[in-house]
């Protein structure tokens, strides 16, 4: 497995993480809990270092799933995870949108070492930008944290550029957390070029379009009920007809380099800079072995330019993943 390091950071992890999210919550009935614990261990045995959770996974279930995971490992690998919601810390009920109040964040750090089994958390997002409190204090308060040894790094999700020059002013920034793929390239305008700037990593959710850059779901796929796709107008069937040209374009690189659309889809992502660790998840250990695939499969200039080049005459149909879901999945 080839390794990255997160920015400036000296953060050096695998080239691909694996998200766990989907083992425990929001794609359908949750996962076997054995058999996801066999699951992030063969991750780990196949040379993945960085496993992302959040509190608001479940809540919790997922925490705990990873923390019970990785406690015979846990100084072979990093673990992020997320605060940032109004979760009741003790029943797990989800009171309403945002709560990053520093003794909130305080008490969220606590829970989060006890679940995940460990006595420090390496990588701290905030999961959303809270409109009621300023990122100095958030960033004050994992500041402090920092200083008391339970967190190492910081990180924000899904947060503004501006938002991320005035937390990393207060404590210095590890890793941004946002959607990227050959599904959403919005980072590209802005949010990459401060992150270089900076000198922050940059760790890409749904990098394979919520599955729909496999190529395994077209019109006719039907998802279970609790699936949060269902609420995704990305997800509608018009959408996807009109999306698929997308697919097409992954399949035709991925039938020129003996590979498949995913790891076309994430392969691409890692030749966007250096410092990008994308996270895809996954619940089968075929799906993870493919992915991770795509770390040794190189895509030339020219084959780049072919893909951006197919990418330029399509315009995606739908909302992107957060704006549509975030009120019920906190991704």
Not at 41 to 52: P, Y
Not at 189 to 215: K, M, Q, R
């Amino acid at each position: 497995m080839q390794r990255r390091q997160l920015g400036k950071s000296g953060l050096e992890i695998s080239a691909l993480g694996l998200g766990c999210m989907g083992m425990s919550a929001l794609y359908g009935p949750p996962g076997d809990k054995q058999a996801m614990i066999k699951l992030i261990r063969a991750a780990h045995d196949r040379g993945v270092t960085l496993f992302d959770t959040a509190e608001a996974y479940g809540p919790f279930t997922n925490e705990e799933l990873v923390g019970e995971a990785l406690e015979p490992i846990r100084d072979k690998v990093i673990i992020g995870t997320k605060f940032g919601f109004d979760i009741d810390l003790k029943t797990g009920e989800r009171r309403g949108g945002t709560n990053s109040r520093p003794e909130h964040i305080k008490a969220v750090a606590d829970a989060c070492l006890k679940r995940l089994r460990t006595d420090r958390i390496d990588l701290f997002y905030q999961h959303r930008v809270d409109p009621d409190v300023p990122i100095e204090e958030v960033a004050g308060a994992v500041k402090e944290l920092i200083a008391q040894g339970k967190v190492t790094h910081f990180g924000l999700s899904e947060a503004g550029i501006q938002t991320i020059r005035r937390a990393h002013a207060v404590q210095p920034v590890t890793a941004i957390q946002s959607e990227y793929s050959l599904f959403w390239r919005g980072p590209e305008t802005e949010l990459l070029p401060v992150l270089e700037e900076l000198g922050i990593g940059f760790v890409p959710f749904s990098p394979l379009g919520a599955g729909f850059l496999t190529g395994k779901i077209d019109v006719n796929t039907k998802f279970a009920p609790t699936d949060f796709r269902n609420s995704v107008p990305r997800f509608s069937s018009e959408a996807r007809k009109a999306n698929r040209v997308l697919v097409d374009i992954a399949k035709a690189m991925a039938e020129r380099k003996g590979a498949t659309p995913a790891q076309v889809a994430l392969a691409w992502l890692l030749a966007q800079r250096p410092w990008i660790v994308p996270i895809p998840g996954t619940t089968k250990l075929h799906r993870l072995e493919e992915n991770l695939g795509a770390v040794d499969l190189l895509l030339t200039p020219e084959d780049l330019s072919a893909i951006d080049a197919g990418l330029s005459r399509i315009k995606i149909e739908g909302e992107r993943l957060p704006v549509a879901a975030l009120k019920m999945t906190g991704l």
